[in-house]
C-alpha cells in the first residue's frame, strides 16, 4: 500500500482503523460486484477482515436501500447508489471516497431522513479532522 500513490492522503484513515480499531462497513451486491473488480484494494480488505475490523451489513438490507435510493435519486452522474444504501442501511457516518463527482449526491438531504443522517466524506489527509470516535457508526462499537 505504500507504493499507492495516494499512500499519503489515506494514511491517517488507515492508522485510525488499524490503530485504533475502528472499522469498516460493507454489504450489498452491488459493493460486493465494486470490490471483486478493484484488486488493489481486495489485499488490504482481507487484512482488515482478518483482524476483525470489518463489519458486514446483510446483502438484503443494502440491496432494499439501493433500491429506495435509486427511486429517490436517479441521476446520470451519480452512479454510487450502493455507498448511500450502505450508510443508510448501518447509519454509517463516514464514508471514504476520492470520486468528487459522487460526493454532492452522496451528501444530498433528499436522500436522508434527518440531516444528522448525512455522512461526513473523508477524501484525503485534509479530511483526517473527522476520524473521531463520534463519528463512528453504531454497529461497529
Given at each position: 500500500m505504500e507504493s ?5 492522503e ?11 480499531r475502528?472499522?469498516?462497513?460493507y454489504?450489498?451486491?452491488s459493493?460486493k ?8 484494494f481486495?489485499?488490504i ?20 436501500e ?12 451519480f452512479?454510487?447508489q ?5 450508510i ?6 463516514l464514508?471514504?471516497?476520492?470520486d ?9 438531504p433528499?436522500?436522508?431522513k ?7 466524506i473523508?477524501s ?8 473521531k ?9
Amino acid at each position: 500500500m505504500e507504493s499507492n500513490e495516494d499512500h499519503s492522503e489515506f494514511a491517517p484513515l488507515l492508522h485510525w482503523i488499524m490503530e485504533e480499531r475502528n472499522k469498516i462497513v460493507y454489504g450489498g451486491s452491488s459493493y460486493k460486484s465494486e470490490l471483486r473488480k478493484a484488486h488493489k484494494f481486495l489485499k488490504i480488505f482481507g487484512q482488515l477482515n482478518r483482524a476483525g475490523l470489518v463489519v458486514e451489513i446483510p446483502d438484503e438490507d443494502v440491496d432494499a436501500e439501493e433500491e429506495r435510493v435509486r427511486r429517490v435519486l436517479e441521476h446520470r452522474d451519480f452512479d454510487d447508489q450502493h455507498l448511500v444504501a450502505i450508510i443508510r442501511a448501518c447509519k454509517c457516518k463516514l464514508v471514504c471516497t476520492k470520486d468528487e463527482r459522487a460526493h454532492p449526491y452522496i451528501k444530498k438531504p433528499a436522500l436522508y431522513k434527518k440531516s444528522t443522517d448525512r455522512p461526513k466524506i473523508y477524501s484525503g489527509k485534509k479530511s483526517a479532522g473527522i476520524l473521531k470516535k463520534s463519528n463512528i457508526a453504531p454497529c461497529c462499537c
